[in-house]
């Protein structure tokens, strides 16, 4: 698991580290609402060093699609 991308998760959606893994989305995550993932992506662009487009901000709906984000800009996590 990526620590970083989780301990933001768990932080902004403050979920149990236990629930944060690969599989979590918006859909399958009842406080991932519009505002919540609005502070997930500023924080994530913060903690990362980056900047998200809108239309990068608007598809990154689960774990999965911003690591595929985060690896299409050359980020690496371990």
Known sequence: ???TL???FVRVLNLPDDEVDESISM?????WDSLAHI???LSIEQEMGTIFSPDEMEEM???KMI????A???I???
């Open 1 to 3: 698991m990526h620590e």
């Open 27 to 31: 859909q399958t995550v009842k406080q």
């Open 72 to 74: 299409r800009k050359g």
């Open 76 to 78: 690496v996590l371990k």
């Open 61 to 63: 709906i689960s774990y």
């Open 39 to 41: 502070n997930l992506m």
């Open 67 to 70: 690591m595929a984000t985060l």
């Open 6 to 8: 989780k301990r933001i």
